[in-house]
């Protein structure tokens, strides 16, 4: 049989520019998937005039993680935010 794959919480949106990638490594100490998606200009969700960074409050280095019903569970303004996230992710996974 084979091994289940670990569930995905909730996708994590970011700046194609962000340097590094903080989201995936708090999955990964978690042991979970996490779909993560470029936002703006040439990146794997298009906002041409990059408008969303203003729009959630973040930085060009910020990210926002989305609970699987639509919520935003967490909202990194800028890349320190490791931490926000990972406790984050234990919250949406009840792992607190």
């Keep these: 049989m084979a091994e289940p794959t670990p569930p995905t919480p909730a996708p994590l ?8 990638a903080p989201g995936r490594a708090a999955a990964g ?3 979970v998937g996490l779909d993560a998606f470029r ?3 040439g ?3 298009q906002d041409p005039k990059d408008a969303w960074p203003a729009a959630y409050g973040l930085s060009p ?3 926002v993680l989305v ?3 639509g919520l935003i569970a967490c909202r990194n ?3 320190g935010g490791a931490a926000g ?6 919250t949406v996974l009840c792992r607190a």
């Design 39 to 41: 936002v703006g200009p």
């Design 61 to 63: 280095s910020g990210e």
């Design 85 to 90: 996230l990972e406790d984050a992710l234990r």
């Design 77 to 79: 303004r800028d890349e």
């Design 43 to 45: 990146a794997d969700l």
């Design 13 to 20: 949106f970011r700046d194609p520019a962000a340097p590094g």
């Design 29 to 31: 100490r978690l042991g």
């Design 67 to 69: 609970r699987p019903d």
